[in-house]
């Protein structure tokens, strides 16, 4: 793998942002320093290339933007009921962003701050240090690391955190990804298998609140590679209330897993296989894109990319029997990703 640098811009206030492409064996990656985002993602197909990862030309895209676009996000990500959690017997109140939840992280999420970056022989590593009181209701001072790497096709994303005070974590990466191409429009000829059979179900917040719903005769039982597109047309009050598909998969009832496949996502003669160690997968179909004009002019509009993110299960702050994602002070964060791309 090699690492190419650049210059990409400047934030509103003033703070350079740089842009990294990681190149292996026909394939390539941009990742820009703002929310240690993913911008691009150049996959061989047949005698071209196709560019599966949506993203924006410049900062003003990245910073008006309210879909994530390929960023990390943290402390928490997914919604928080009521924008709230106790923790070692203590009310902690986090921004509202979302209705009544707090959403990504809250208002300055890991996705809005500039990350630091270090080059090594097969890895790009960025780097933040989000202090204490820089998102309201998270505390402590938490380091956080990405490690990107390519190889053989493969895009992985290895994350670790340190915190000086217990704090809830659960981060992830929002990449919508089009494997048609990132401006050829709807994803409703994807197909999709997630090796699962039960998911969290939502209320009316779209906010889980312990209650397992199987999949079995539903929409969501994707347990063998199938089309997305019906699901779409489902009068299941699941699909209703997420207009849509915007919910977590169960892959595992413990906090870590060994890495293993989560799910298949196919369409056009190109397949992503995603792995991860983490207990969930959202699967987020762009129900809420807005139409932002995107790179080399595309429009984004609703459903026009997929997101996959690997997690703890959503809301698990306020539901004792979900898989924990407290990090305690000393302890290490740890959770990695895997997307393989093939031709098929």
Not at 106 to 114: A, E, L, R
Not at 221 to 238: H, K, M, V, W, Y
Not at 283 to 292: D, I, K, L
Not at 311 to 325: D, H, I, R, T
Request: proline share 3%; net charge negative; with cysteine.
């Amino acid at each position: 793998m090699t690492i190419e640098k650049c210059t990409f811009g400047q934030t509103k206030d003033g703070k350079e942002v740089e842009l990294y492409t990681l190149r292996d064996n026909g394939h390539s990656v941009e990742i820009i320093t703002y929310g240690a985002s993913i911008r691009s993602i150049n996959v061989p197909v047949g005698e071209g290339k196709r560019d599966v990862a949506l993203g924006f030309d410049d900062m003003a895209g990245y910073e008006s933007n309210k879909g994530y676009h390929g960023a990390i996000i943290g402390r928490i990500g997914n919604r928080v009921a009521n924008a709230q959690y106790e923790m070692n017997g203590k009310t902690y109140h986090m921004d509202v962003n979302d209705g009544t939840n707090c959403l990504h992280g809250g208002f300055v999420g890991f996705d809005k701050q500039v990350w630091s970056a270090e080059e090594q022989s097969n890895a790009l590593v960025l780097t933040l240090n989000d202090k204490e009181g820089t998102a309201a209701g998270l505390p402590g001072n938490i380091e956080v690391k990405v490690k990107y790497t390519l190889a053989n096709g493969e895009l992985g994303i290895e994350y670790t955190a340190t915190c000086d005070e217990d704090t809830p974590i659960n981060l992830t990466n929002h990449c919508y990804f089009n494997l048609v191409g990132h401006d050829a429009g709807s994803i409703e000829n994807h197909k999709i298998q997630i090796f699962s059979h039960k998911i969290t179900e939502v209320n009316e917040n779209l906010v889980p609140e312990g209650k397992l719903m199987d999949v079995t005769d539903t929409p969501f039982d994707f347990r063998e590679l199938a089309c997305i597109a019906p699901g779409f047309e489902s009068t299941n009050e699941q699909i209703e209330l997420g207009g849509g598909y915007d919910h977590n998969w169960v892959l595992s009832n413990e906090p870590h897993r060994p890495l293993a496949m989560a799910a298949v996502l196919e369409c056009d003669g190109l397949s992503m296989t995603c792995f991860t160690t983490k207990p969930g997968i959202q699967f987020y179909s762009g129900n809420m894109m807005a139409g932002e004009t995107g790179k080399d002019g595309a429009v984004y509009s609703k459903r026009t990319g997929i997101c996959l993110e690997t997690q703890y299960w959503p809301n698990s702050v306020n539901v004792p029997e979900f898989p924990s994602k407290l990090l305690r002070k000393g302890e290490v964060y740890n959770h990695k990703t895997v997307y393989r791309f093939r031709e098929v």
